[in-house]
């Protein structure tokens, strides 16, 4: 049994796992989800179960959207009041010129989504939490104890 604070999560005393994964950023929990999906018993360690507050990841690009909804992970971005965006504008003095992404068919866009950083990787978090199936495990250690590995 691992010692500590689990932040609500849930605790194992089984100590065996088929993968891993160090730290529940974005890359982090789509693995952990994907392969807990698969049926493989992941485990997910993360020193800071805070919402994150950086200023990094604020807009994702159309195609990042578009691996969300194959992940089954495309609610992340409800909720957390993301502003759908099509393409760019470039300012210059007074003016600004459009740069829309391209079209998929019938008249309808690419689309990418602009968020908050923080609140979409809490979403990605209670969406690997919910894969109870295949049970997760998620820790809050500044290092991995030596009970675990
Ligand atoms: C200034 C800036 C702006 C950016 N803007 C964009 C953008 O607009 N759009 C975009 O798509 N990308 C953007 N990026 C890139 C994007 O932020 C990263 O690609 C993405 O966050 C990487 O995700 P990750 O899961 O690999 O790492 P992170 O999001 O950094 O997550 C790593 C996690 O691991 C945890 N961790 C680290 N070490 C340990 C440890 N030893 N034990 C336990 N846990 C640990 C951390 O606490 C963290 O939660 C930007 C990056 C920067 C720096």
């Not at 529940?24 to 698969?38: D, P």
């Not at 997910?44 to 194959?70: C, N």
């Not at 992404?101 to 950083?117: A, D, E, L, T, V």
């Amino acid at each position: 049994m691992v010692k500590g604070e689990s932040n609500n999560f849930v605790m194992s005393e089984n100590l065996e796992y088929d993968l891993i994964v160090i730290g529940a950023g974005i890359v982090g929990c789509a693995t952990a989800f994907t392969f807990g999906n698969q049926g493989r018993k992941v485990l997910l360690i993360e020193r800071d179960m805070s919402e994150p507050d950086r200023i990094v990841g604020e807009l994702l690009q159309p195609g990042g959207v578009i691996v969300l909804e194959k992940l089954g992970l495309k609610d992340c971005l409800e909720n957390i009041d993301s502003i759908p965006c099509y393409g760019y504008g470039v300012f210059y003095k007074n003016e600004c010129v459009h740069v829309p992404y391209p079209k998929i068919k019938n008249n309808i866009s690419y689309q990418g989504r602009s968020f908050h950083h923080g609140r979409f990787v809490m979403n990605l978090r209670r969406a690997v939490s919910k894969v109870s199936k295949y049970v997760f495990y998620i820790f809050s250690y500044s290092h991995i104890p030596s009970d675990v590995i």
